[in-house]
């Protein structure tokens, strides 16, 4: 979280002012008209949730856990669907407002933070003592993120700043904002937390179509599997240490397989990168002949499970060492087509086969 932008949506004809957050979703309200949209992150659809034509516009938004609010002339309320649930006398010109978990903080257009109270709706009291000001005077909308707020400055033709501050308008962390005009700022909770749905592993291998297994564990690694790790958003997660990445293999259809079906995963990337890929290359310490899966978790979570990954080994009768056993069944292959001696998956038995197996003959028990 440095300020750098990760993407963005652009909307002709809205002017988008305060925002909220309910249950992972942020709520933005409209100053052009009195709506209040819900955005998909994901794809930057807009649905519509407040859509009260009696008024005008919007220029803030809060939320209490039940009820989203709106100055406008009065204070309005709605309930999580947008039904109108009544009105309180209200006579100041608000930029922002944000519920702090037990008062509604307001900052209205002549630079002061005022904290409201709203337990004897739809009658309001304020608390004077509490009220404070905001960094700057040119800050708009405001968040509250459970310790502190936020808000964002609107400078024409200048970039602002976004805030997080305290109780008191002192700046617990700034950055400057990626656009003009800037109007309230909000984290979406969860971004860190992977996402099944939009997360993805796939294989990547260029030189090998499958996986060439040795008793001994050290045939040809099959490479690699990467792995893309998104959150709910479809945001690229970066710096996921391989670590956190968990595999279980297992056999599928008319596979057979000598002991325990074993793959050791190497990470090839320490972490992910910036688009929340990283790399593990496949071994195989077994004889495997058919088709695996490979189930992946990061950090517990589990993703969608792999494509198909074909198998093959240098021990050809299944029987834990490649020997002269072996050594007769590629012979009888040589120079044919059997799928099971073609180690390098190019289609045909050939020279080059012949010596992977030689480099693996009395390897296994
Ligand atoms: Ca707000
Ligand atoms: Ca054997
Ligand atoms: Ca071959």
Redesign the pocket.
Known sequence: MDGSVITYFEYDFYYFA???VVNNEVYV?EAFAPRVYKIDLRTGDLELIIDDWSLYYFY????DGTYFYVTEWDLNRYDINGNFDGRASFDEDVM????DGRYLWMLNDVNQIKCWNLSRWPSLTEIPGNMFTPPTPQCR????DGHYFWTAESIDGVLGKIYQFDYDGTIINQWLAPAFRGW?A?IVKGTTTPDPDQSYVTLTDESYTGLTTCPAGDGPPYQFVQITVKNVNGYPLAGIPASSFAFTVSPIGATQWYGICSCTFTAVDPETNTNGEIRFAIAGDTAIFGNITIAVTVDGVSLNDLDVLPCNSFDLNIDGSVNLIDFGMFAGDYLGTAHRSDYNWDGIVNLIDFGMFASHYCHGR
């Open positions: 305060d925002l909220e309200a803030d938004l809060g939320f922002g407002s944000a519920w909308g405001l968040w509250f309230s909000c």
